[in-house]
């Protein structure tokens, strides 16, 4: 993540001191990817495997380590450590201290939900996710019982992780045209 910000323009930062110091502008924004987002043939689906990182990979799909920014800039991912899906032992740990203990997080109702739509097959390798829809208690008594979940919080938890496992990669051919855009986006003041 950090050769995200190698090409950013320094400022002087002054935080109330009597110093300033010289920092990366974070202001800027890329929006030649915004742009790109548009365009949903030139990525495809991954699926993060348990404990996979970003750089991993960038390295396997890219070729380098250093481009994880760039997944995660896709992606919308600001905040590497929770944004992206925890491995399993880190998110049963922040389960248990989040809710108490596991036993806490597995007996303890966070919701209940309707099931709008189940999931089903729309080619051999193509299927549409089941729909719910979050409701009271009373709205939930209502429906049968094969139509109705109640979502503990260890099932929420665990479902918002999986959730982030499906990010999008950008198809390898597009990179070079990126990174050009991006130099070109942060060129230097003197260099232009």
Known sequence: MANFFRVFPSINYDPQTLAPQTTKDI?????YINTLKKYKLIYYTYNVKDGERADVIAEKY????????LIYLINDIHDPFFDWPLPTNVLYEMIKMKYG???NAT???HHYEIIINEKEELSNRDFSDATYLIVDFDTYTQYPAERRRVVTNFDYEVEKNDRKRNIKLLDAQFINQILDEYEKIFKPVNDQ
Do not use: A, H
């Open 27 to 31: 202001t800027k924004r890329i929006n």
């Open 62 to 69: 890219y070729g380098s380590s250093s481009l994880d920014w």
């Open 101 to 103: 203990s596991f036993e």
């Open 107 to 109: 007996q303890t109702i």
